[in-house]
T-cell receptor, first 117, second 115 residues
Framework: GAVVSQHPSRVICKSGTSVKIECRSL??????MFWYRQFPKQSLMLMAT?????????EQGVEKDKFLINHASLTLSTLTVTSAHPEDSSFYIC?????????????FGPGTRLLVL | ELKVEQNPLFLSMQEGKNYTIYCNYS?????LYWYRQDPGKSLESLFV?????AVKQEGRLMASLDTKARLSTLHITAAVHDLSATYFC???????????????FGQGTILTVHP
């Protein structure tokens, strides 16, 4: 079945540094990918929609200058957390939609756990 | 603004018992998903429900969708310990929208199955 990968799986960084997270669709093309954030014991919140070849669309309250998204190809989207601070520590999960055969299944990556010290 | 509410949020079950998790949503949509999340893990897709009256079953889990009532249910039959996890429903953009794939999640239901 369709698989979405993320790299790295976990990262620890110092406050003020930038962290890049990659999201890849491994056996299907995804013109649109989505980035979610999940704080401990909470639900997932959509941060932004990543569109191949165009600018990302951010949800209300998400700083686009802090969370840079680049969708460079049909199988790769990256999320860069710039000047990370402890409050950015969270579980970041990407997803991609496989629209083949009208199944409309949304596949989630394994997630990236970010800890900012 | 689309709101998705699950209940119960916590469910403690005995093995062998049946129970239902409910997912209500606030605006029209004909696309609803159920996911399972194990501690520290990402989401595993369980069901994709794409039309009113859709019913899908996999093992001890059965999901249904009533778009008129804006309600989906996840029914657990004869629960076993391996079903212990957090279950999320998620609703896609309102019907007729062009931004499908943007999911709004319920709060999640933490299911614990005891021997």
């Amino acid at each position: 079945g369709a698989v979405v990968s993320q790299h790295p799986s976990r990262v620890i960084c110092k406050s003020g540094t930038s962290v890049k997270i990659e999201c890849r669709s491994l056996d299907f093309q995804a013109t649109t990918m989505f980035w979610y954030r999940q704080f401990p014991k909470q639900s997932l919140m959509l941060m932004a929609t990543s569109n191949e070849g165009s600018k990302a669309t951010y949800e209300q309250g998400v700083e686009k200058d802090k969370f840079l998204i680049n969708h460079a190809s049909l199988t790769l989207s990256t999320l860069t957390v710039t000047s990370a601070h402890p409050e950015d520590s969270s579980f970041y999960i990407c997803s991609a939609r496989d629209v083949a055969w009208y199944q409309e299944t949304q596949y989630f990556g394994p997630g990236t756990r970010l800890l900012v010290l | 603004e689309l709101k998705v509410e699950q209940n119960p949020l916590f469910l403690s079950m005995q093995e062998g018992k049946n129970y239902t998790i409910y997912c209500n949503y606030s605006t029209t949509s004909d696309r609803l998903y159920w996911y399972r999340q194990d501690p520290g893990k990402s989401l595993e897709s369980l069901f994709v429900l794409l039309s009113n009256g859709a019913v899908k079953q996999e093992g001890r889990l059965m999901a249904s969708l009533d778009t008129k009532a804006r309600l989906s249910t996840l029914h657990i039959t004869a629960a076993v310990h391996d079903l212990s996890a957090t279950y999320f429903c998620a609703v896609d953009q309102p019907a007729g929208g062009t931004s499908y794939g943007k999911l709004t999640f319920g709060q999640g239901t933490i299911l614990t199955v005891h021997p």
